[in-house]
C-alpha cells in the first residue's frame, strides 16, 4: 500500500539496498555475457556482424515489450517475490545458454532472459519509492547504479578471462547457476518485510497508465532513458568487439582494458548520487539538481566520439573512461527522477513503461551498430551516432523534464508520501 507518514522506516535499509545492487550487477553481467563470449562464439557458430548484432538485439526485444507488464505485477503484488521469480528465470536462461548449438536457440534463450530482466527495474523502483525519502534516492539509486556498472565490468574481466582460458560456454554455465546463490539471501529478506512493499490494493491502485502518459515530464524522461541507454548499451554489446578488431587486443587483454569504462561509470554513479543528495540537503531543490547532473552527464559523455577518432589506444581509453565517469552523473539520478515525480503509488508502472520505451535503445544500438560496422568496415559513424543520441537526451531535460517535484494524480487518495513526510 502507499506508505503513510506513520509507516515511514526510521532509518534506509542496507541490506536491502546491498541485495538489490547485488541482484543489478547479476543483470548487467546476464544482459552483456553474449557480448564478451562474441568474438569466440561467432567464429564457431560463423556469426557475421549482422546476425551477431540481430542476437545482442534479440534480449531487448523482450525486455522491453514486457516492461509495462512488469510494472503492473510490481504494483500489484508482493514485489519481492515478483522480482525473485523473475530473477530465477533469467539466470535459468543463462546457465541453458552454455549449452545452446545455434543461432535459433541462442536468439530464443536471449527472449526468455529478456522476459526475466524486466521485472528488475520497475521492482527496484518501487521498492526506493516505498523505502527512501527524497533526500536519500540519489545514493540509493547510485547504489543499484554502481551494481549495473559493476556487472559490465566484472562481466568483461572476469568473464573475458574464462572464456580465453575454457571457453564460452563454462561462461555460461558458471554464472547463471552461480547466480541462483543470491536467491535464499533475497526471499530470507522477505520474511519480515514491511507491509509497504506489498502490492497496492485496488482502493489505492493510483492513477492509469492514461493518466500518466499525458504528461509530458513522462515523455521527457523517457526520451532521456532511451538516450542514456543508447550509449550504455552500445558500449555493453560493441566495446569487446570494438577492441578485438580495431584496436587489436587479445581477449585477455581485453577483458582488463575493457573494464575501465564500466569501472569509471560505476564510480561516477556513486559520486553523482553522494554530490546530488548533498547539494540537496544542502537547500538546493531536486528539480536544480538532478536536471543539471542529468544534462552535465550527457553533455560530456559526447566525448566517446573523439575516442574513436584520436590514433592512440591510451588517448581513446582515457576518453572513454572520462565520458563513462559523466554518464555515471546522470545515472545515478535518472531514477531519483522517475520515483521523484510519480512517487510511490505509481512509481512501478511509470518506471515499467518508461523502460518500454526507453529500453529500445537496446534493440536499435546492437543492430543498428551492427548493420553500419557491416557497411562501412568501420566504428567511427556507430560513435558519432552515439554522440547525436546524447545531444538528443540533452535538449529532453532542458525542454521536457523542466520540473522534478511529485506530480497530483487525480486519481489517487491523498495521503502523505514518505518523502513528504520526511521534509516535514
Same mark, same amino acid.
Given at each position: 500500500?502507499?506508505?503513510?507518514?506513520?509507516?515511514?522506516?526510521?532509518?534506509?535499509?542496507?541490506?536491502?539496498?546491498?541485495?538489490?545492487?547485488?541482484?543489478?550487477?547479476?543483470?548487467?553481467?546476464?544482459?552483456?555475457?553474449?557480448?564478451?563470449?562474441?568474438?569466440?562464439?561467432?567464429?564457431?557458430?560463423?556469426?557475421? $556482424?549482422?546476425? +551477431?548484432? @540481430?542476437?545482442?538485439? =534479440?534480449?531487448? #526485444?523482450?525486455? *522491453?515489450? /514486457?516492461?509495462?507488464?512488469?510494472?503492473?505485477?510490481?504494483?500489484?503484488?508482493?514485489?519481492?517475490?515478483?522480482?525473485?521469480?523473475?530473477?530465477?528465470?533469467?539466470?535459468?536462461?543463462?546457465?541453458?545458454?552454455?549449452?545452446?548449438?545455434?543461432?535459433?536457440?541462442?536468439?530464443?534463450?536471449?527472449?526468455?532472459?529478456?522476459?526475466?530482466?524486466?521485472?528488475?527495474?520497475?521492482?527496484?523502483?518501487?521498492?526506493?519509492?516505498?523505502?527512501?525519502?527524497?533526500?536519500?534516492?540519489?545514493?540509493?539509486?547510485?547504489?543499484?547504479?554502481?551494481?549495473?556498472?559493476?556487472?559490465?565490468?566484472?562481466?568483461?574481466?572476469?568473464?573475458?578471462?574464462?572464456?580465453?582460458?575454457?571457453?564460452?560456454? $563454462?561462461?555460461? +554455465?558458471? @554464472?547463471?547457476?552461480? =547466480?541462483?546463490? #543470491?536467491?535464499? *539471501?533475497? /526471499?530470507?529478506?522477505?520474511?519480515?518485510?514491511?507491509?509497504?512493499?506489498?502490492?497496492?490494493?485496488?482502493?489505492?491502485?493510483?492513477?492509469?497508465?492514461?493518466?500518466?502518459?499525458?504528461?509530458?515530464?513522462?515523455?521527457?524522461?523517457?526520451?532521456?532513458?532511451?538516450?542514456?541507454?543508447?550509449?550504455?548499451?552500445?558500449?555493453?554489446?560493441?566495446?569487446?568487439?570494438?577492441?578485438?578488431?580495431?584496436?587489436?587486443?587479445?581477449?585477455?587483454?581485453?577483458?582488463?582494458?575493457?573494464?575501465?569504462?564500466?569501472?569509471?561509470?560505476?564510480?561516477?554513479?556513486?559520486?553523482?548520487?553522494?554530490?546530488?543528495?548533498?547539494?540537496?540537503?544542502?537547500?538546493?531543490?531536486?528539480?536544480?539538481?538532478?536536471?543539471?547532473?542529468?544534462?552535465?552527464?550527457?553533455?560530456?559523455?559526447?566525448?566517446?566520439?573523439?575516442?574513436?577518432?584520436?590514433?592512440?589506444?591510451?588517448?581513446?581509453?582515457?576518453?572513454?573512461?572520462?565520458?563513462?565517469?559523466?554518464?555515471?552523473?546522470?545515472?545515478?539520478?535518472?531514477?531519483?527522477?522517475?520515483?521523484?515525480?510519480?512517487?510511490?503509488?505509481?512509481?512501478?508502472?511509470?518506471?515499467?513503461?518508461?523502460?518500454?520505451?526507453?529500453?529500445?535503445?537496446?534493440?536499435?544500438?546492437?543492430?543498428?551498430?551492427?548493420?553500419?560496422?557491416?557497411?562501412?568496415?568501420?566504428?567511427?559513424?556507430?560513435?558519432?551516432?552515439?554522440?547525436?543520441?546524447?545531444?538528443?537526451?540533452?535538449?529532453?531535460?532542458?525542454?521536457?523534464?523542466?520540473?522534478?517535484?511529485?506530480?497530483?494524480?487525480?486519481?489517487?487518495?491523498?495521503?502523505?508520501?514518505?518523502?513528504?513526510?520526511?521534509?516535514?
Amino acid at each position: 500500500m502507499v506508505p503513510s507518514s506513520g509507516e515511514r522506516p526510521a532509518q534506509v535499509n542496507w541490506w536491502l539496498l546491498a541485495l538489490l545492487s547485488a541482484s543489478c550487477c547479476i543483470n548487467y553481467i546476464d544482459r552483456g555475457n553474449l557480448s564478451v563470449a562474441a568474438p569466440q562464439l561467432s567464429r564457431e557458430l560463423a556469426l557475421g $556482424p549482422e546476425k +551477431l548484432g @540481430l542476437l545482442l538485439s =534479440a534480449f531487448f #526485444w523482450t525486455y *522491453a515489450s /514486457f516492461q509495462i507488464i512488469a510494472g503492473w505485477l510490481v504494483d500489484r503484488f508482493d514485489v519481492y517475490w515478483v522480482f525473485g521469480i523473475g530473477f530465477f528465470l533469467w539466470s535459468a536462461a543463462t546457465a541453458v545458454t552454455g549449452l545452446a548449438g545455434s543461432f535459433a536457440i541462442l536468439f530464443g534463450l536471449r527472449l526468455v532472459l529478456g522476459m526475466g530482466e524486466s521485472i528488475a527495474y520497475p521492482a527496484y523502483s518501487r521498492i526506493i519509492a516505498g523505502e527512501v525519502p527524497e533526500r536519500r534516492r540519489g545514493l540509493a539509486n547510485a547504489l543499484v547504479g554502481a551494481g549495473s556498472q559493476a556487472g559490465p565490468a566484472l562481466g568483461t574481466l572476469v568473464g573475458g578471462l574464462i572464456v580465453a582460458h575454457y571457453g564460452w560456454r $563454462p561462461l555460461f +554455465l558458471i @554464472l547463471g547457476f552461480g =547466480a541462483m546463490l #543470491w536467491l535464499p *539471501a533475497w /526471499f530470507a529478506s522477505s520474511v519480515h518485510r514491511p507491509k509497504r512493499t506489498l502490492g497496492l490494493s485496488p482502493r489505492q491502485a493510483g492513477p492509469g497508465m492514461l493518466e500518466i502518459i499525458r504528461r509530458r515530464l513522462f515523455w521527457g524522461t523517457v526520451i532521456g532513458l532511451f538516450c542514456l541507454d543508447y550509449a550504455l548499451y552500445f558500449l555493453i554489446t560493441w566495446l569487446p568487439s570494438y577492441l578485438v578488431t580495431v584496436r587489436h587486443y587479445s581477449i585477455s587483454r581485453m577483458a582488463v582494458i575493457g573494464s575501465f569504462p564500466f569501472i569509471s561509470l560505476a564510480i561516477g554513479s556513486l559520486f553523482g548520487g553522494w554530490a546530488s543528495d548533498r547539494w540537496i540537503a544542502a537547500g538546493s531543490t531536486p528539480t536544480r539538481v538532478r536536471r543539471t547532473f542529468a544534462i552535465a552527464g550527457q553533455l560530456m559523455c559526447t566525448l566517446l566520439v573523439p575516442a574513436a577518432i584520436v590514433e592512440s589506444p591510451v588517448i581513446s581509453i582515457v576518453l572513454m573512461m572520462v565520458a563513462c565517469l559523466s554518464l555515471g552523473l546522470f545515472l545515478s539520478n535518472v531514477w531519483a527522477i522517475t520515483q521523484t515525480l510519480a512517487g510511490p503509488a505509481a512509481a512501478g508502472r511509470w518506471t515499467g513503461f518508461q523502460n518500454a520505451l526507453g529500453n529500445l535503445s537496446g534493440v536499435v544500438a546492437p543492430a543498428l551498430t551492427g548493420w553500419i560496422v557491416a557497411k562501412t568496415g568501420s566504428f567511427s559513424l556507430a560513435f558519432f551516432a552515439v554522440g547525436v543520441v546524447l545531444i538528443l537526451g540533452v535538449l529532453a531535460y532542458v525542454f521536457l523534464v523542466t520540473d522534478v517535484s511529485p506530480v497530483t494524480w487525480k486519481s489517487q487518495p491523498v495521503e502523505p508520501s514518505i518523502a513528504t513526510a520526511a521534509r516535514t
